[in-house]
């Protein structure tokens, strides 16, 4: 059964400052999603990651993709308070083409 | 482009009511998942159709819930008899037919999902 993790749960930064979320998974897969999601509302998807060595960039958020590692990281630069958001990672179970198995995802909330 | 609706948003009920929910999907996107979003969890999905039929209904309580998607595009997912731990979001995502090999991939999009608070 795939598993998902994240780490940290809950993350508390200053504007202006670096951070990294990560996102392990337990068995191979070559597809991973970033998504956010703002309280009461839906998921808004960021950043799909194809392959190993994959990087996607908008604006402070940046993300990558380990595949023998079973490791993605979202890196965020210079925090800024519009960033405080909840984020997923979500990785499609092999030979399943779209079933997705969601992290326990990460609170993030900049402050001034 | 309009994206996937759900109605309706909000829900209050008590235990062993029922209760549905809608989904209307994009256009076009032939695949339909309704996922559980319980607080301060990530979705899980409960069932995935491809048009009107069921690809993955594994982790659906069989006992209490149900789906269809008649005709292959709006579905409805109900509840009955609700418990106090069915409280979650009910989400709706679409794709476009998920591709099995090769280098593609198929987006999911979600509708603004469904608070249900069963009393």
């Known amino acids: 059964e795939l598993k998902v993790e994240q780490n940290p749960l809950f993350l508390s930064m200053q504007e202006g400052k670096n951070y990294t979320i990560y996102c392990n998974y337990s068995?191979?897969?070559?597809?991973l999603y970033w998504y956010r999601q703002d309280p009461g509302k839906s998921l808004e998807s960021l950043f799909v990651?194809?392959?190993?060595?994959a990087v996607k960039q908008e604006g402070r958020l940046m993300a990558s993709l380990d595949t023998k590692a079973r490791l993605s990281t979202l890196h965020i630069t210079a925090a800024v308070h519009d960033l405080s958001a909840t984020y997923f990672c979500?990785?499609?179970?092999?030979?399943?083409?779209?079933?997705?198995?969601f992290g326990t995802g990460t609170r993030l909330q900049v402050t001034l | 482009e309009a994206g996937v609706a759900q109605s309706p948003r909000y829900k209050i009920i008590e235990k062993r009511q029922s209760v549905a929910f809608w989904c209307n999907p994009i256009s076009g996107h032939a695949t339909l998942y309704w996922y559980q979003q319980i607080l301060g969890q990530g979705p899980k999905l409960l069932i995935q159709?491809?048009?009107?039929?069921?690809?993955?209904d594994s982790q659906l309580p069989k006992d209490r819930f149900s789906a269809e998607r008649l005709k292959g595009v709006d579905s409805t997912l109900k509840i009955q008899p609700a418990k106090l731990e069915d409280s979650a979001v009910y989400l709706c995502?679409?794709?476009?037919?998920?591709?099995?090999?090769?280098?593609?991939?198929?987006?999911?999009?979600f509708g603004p999902g469904t608070r249900l608070t069963v009393l």
């Open positions: 979500a990785v499609v179970n092999t030979g399943t083409a779209s079933k997705l198995t």
């Open positions: 995502a679409s794709s476009l037919v998920p591709r099995t090999s090769g280098r593609g991939y198929n987006e999911q999009f």
């Open positions: 068995t191979t897969s070559d597809r």
């Open positions: 990651l194809l392959s190993n060595g």
């Open positions: 159709f491809q048009n009107n039929g069921v690809v993955d």
